[in-house]
């Protein structure tokens, strides 16, 4: 009996193979930009979805990574790495069911979120991705809405803090910021995610709520004051986050570069700050409005002396 023709890879699979293969040679450098997901689509002549997965199926290989003010770039890991194929889908059993479990839905809605953002989530997308019915995820899942609170909780479990962490309050709520950070920075989508009016009952979330209260003990502050400093300083991450968010969405759905855009409201921005009115603006240096990441830190430090000054204060009241 003769055997079937094999296949041809699907083509969001060659077009990464030729870049994977650019970016291992070094022909493509870390820190070099990458085409936008338009370029992608109108270089190789396909639609915007698979020019998406090829974007996403780079940055799950760790070759990419998104940069606020540059779109996406050559990874800093990418030349470390050995060449690798495609990843594998899930194999059916006899049978034809598709063995899952909780994690794997978890990671494949994660990873879907993290190409293409949480819109793109839903039910009968995560289970083309894993190869099974939609009916097979309500074994794991109820809806999209339990779905993206339980990828809120898996994506918190990717952080452990420590026990008891560094000396001092102020540390303490300097690692914990930094490390949700890190989190929005890998995971654009999780801002979107969290609410705080009506918050996700989640543990792995809850521990680092818990983890900050704790962080605040012996300071003789009433809980009222101490769950407000939790929720203020995750808010303040969550901000700037989201404008980062923003920005990478932007950048890879136009191709424009944040610099870029700037480039091109020279003119009107020129006439604005030549004419006079606003002398303190036209004095600010160019890459601070770009600057996330150090608005990110400024805004840290300055709430946290805002927070020692109520410490003081609370304490000279006590004596």
């Avoid at 083509?11 to 650019?22: L, S």
């Avoid at 809605?109 to 989530?121: K, P, Q, R, S, T």
């Avoid at 009916?135 to 898996?154: F, G, P, W």
């Avoid at 770009?290 to 006590?318: C, I, K, M, P």
Wanted: proline share 6%; hydrophobic share 40%; with cysteine.
């Amino acid at each position: 009996m003769a055997s079937s023709p094999q296949r041809p890879d699907p083509p969001y699979r060659r077009i990464v193979a030729e870049i994977r293969a650019r970016i291992l040679t070094g022909d493509l450098r870390s820190g070099e930009r990458m085409p936008s997901i338009r370029q992608i689509a109108q270089r190789w002549g396909v639609a915007v979805a698979t020019a998406t997965k090829v974007m996403a199926t780079l940055r799950d290989e760790g070759l990419v990574e998104a940069k606020v003010g540059s779109g996406t770039v050559v990874s800093a890991r990418a030349s470390r790495q050995q060449p690798t194929g495609p990843s594998t889908p899930l194999k059916p059993r006899q049978g034809g069911i598709t063995r899952l479990n909780r994690k794997q839905v978890l990671r494949t809605a994660i990873a879907i979120a993290d190409a293409e953002g949480l819109d793109a989530v839903s039910m009968r997308r995560l289970a083309a991705e894993l190869g099974v019915g939609p009916m097979s995820l309500y074994r794991h899942v109820a809806n999209k809405d339990e779905l993206v609170t339980q990828m809120v909780d898996e994506t918190f479990s990717e952080t452990d803090l420590p026990i008891p962490g560094p000396e001092g309050w102020r540390a303490k709520l300097e690692l914990i910021s930094r490390r949700q950070w890190e989190l929005c920075r890998r995971h654009l989508w999780l801002p979107r995610a969290i609410s705080f009016t009506r918050p996700s009952l989640v543990p792995n979330m809850m521990e680092h709520t818990e983890w900050t209260l704790r962080a605040l003990d012996g300071l003789g502050l009433p809980m009222g004051i101490r769950i407000q400093e939790a929720l203020t300083l995750h808010t303040l991450v969550l901000t700037v986050a989201l404008s980062m968010a923003n920005e990478v969405e932007a950048e890879q759905e136009t191709g424009v570069t944040l610099d870029r855009w700037w480039v091109a409201q020279r003119k009107r921005t020129d006439e604005l700050l030549d004419s006079g009115r606003f002398p303190l603006l036209a004095a600010i240096p160019e890459e601070t409005a770009s600057d996330l990441n150090g608005l990110f830190e400024y805004g840290l430090a300055r709430h946290l002396d805002g927070f020692a000054a109520l410490v003081e204060d609370q304490g000279r009241t006590r004596s």
